[in-house]
T-cell receptor, first 115, second 112 residues
């Protein structure tokens, strides 16, 4: 079974530029998560989708971050404009359905460096 | 509010020695607790999880953890460290919702 796919794996941009990350969850998984992992910290949830609807985006900086999951499968996370403090690894995870009984499976992440 | 505290950002052990990584949690409702491992340039992999069944949980790669409600702890142990265990380990809590709340991680180094 294929795992969670993310691209690109690495991205370097200058501050005030825009960037987008892509995630393809495990086939059949209804729930998708984006986490931000800053160096030296644990991952922090940015946004959670159930199919193409948002369940939780309370930690998403909505002035610069946006995310969508239009057809309930793939998802994109965008930052516009980027700031230095956005340098982090962005992890995508998916689970079969809502409910904490369902394990979250993580992708390899996209490492963003903002100069 | 839920949170986890991992004591010790770095732990070093010799190959064959006991591994002990500490995690304390705070939760107002019965929690689910997790340990994840992260190898360089890879995503998180689930080692084990506690979901209110047996308090001693066995995971992959010989790791286990014990849920102690009286101490609000969920420490991770392995009797004998292997070089391949070198990685970063994260404790996490889920309480009431799907959201995983992670600790700051412990980097394990294993010396020959």
């Amino acid at each position: 079974e294929a795992g969670v796919a993310q691209s690109p794996r690495y991205k370097i941009i200058e501050k005030r530029q825009s960037v987008a990350f892509w995630c393809n969850p495990i086939s059949g998984h209804a729930t998708l998560y984006w986490y931000q992992q800053i160096l030296g910290q644990g991952p922090k949830l940015l946004i959670q989708f159930q199919n193409n609807g948002v369940v939780d985006d309370s930690q998403l900086p909505k002035d610069r971050f946006s995310a969508e999951r239009l057809k309930g499968v793939d998802s994109t996370l965008k930052i516009q404009p980027a700031k230095l403090e956005d340098s982090a690894v962005y992890l995508c995870a998916s689970s079969l359905d809502l409910g904490r009984i369902n394990e979250q499976f993580f992708g390899p992440g996209t490492r963003l460096t903002v100069l | 509010a839920q949170s986890v505290t991992q004591l010790g950002s770095h732990v070093s052990v010799s190959e064959g020695a006991l591994v002990l990584l500490r995690c304390n949690y705070s939760s107002s409702v019965p929690p689910y607790l997790f340990w994840y491992v992260q190898y360089p340039n890879q995503g998180l992999q689930l080692l084990l999880k506690y979901t209110s069944a047996a308090t001693l949980v066995k995971g992959i790669n010989g790791f286990e953890a014990e849920f102690k409600k009286s101490e609000t702890s969920f420490h991770l142990t392995k009797p004998s460290a292997h070089m391949s265990d070198a990685a970063e380990y994260f404790c996490a809590v889920q309480a009431g919702t799907d959201k995983l709340i992670f600790g700051t991680g412990t980097r394990l180094q294993v010396f020959p």
